[in-house]
């Protein structure tokens, strides 16, 4: 009767597992998808906050010169980061 009750409990831990990796799946899409939506409003507010810290102003026109889109676009073609920069 233990042994049944002992498997009984191994299950669900292994249930409880896969239901986490699941969560873990949702909330990684879920942040892809807002990064994906809001990439070029994070990317502004990062590049003025490196501004006011005294980072270097040249690199963060560059880096807003070019949308999310056009970004992910360049990727695929120079497969080296995006960027009209080699």
Do not use: C, H, N, Q
């Amino acid at each position: 009767m233990k042994r049944k009750t002992g498997k009984r409990r191994s299950d669900r831990t292994g249930a409880a597992m896969v239901e986490y990796i699941i969560i873990v799946v949702i909330v990684a899409i879920a942040a892809i998808a807002i990064f994906g939506v809001f990439g070029d409003t994070i990317r502004s507010k990062l590049g003025g906050a490196v501004e006011e810290l005294g980072g270097d102003s040249g690199a963060v026109d560059d880096a807003l010169s070019t949308s999310s889109e056009e970004w992910l676009k360049e990727l695929d073609a120079d497969s080296s980061g995006g960027g009209s920069t080699p």
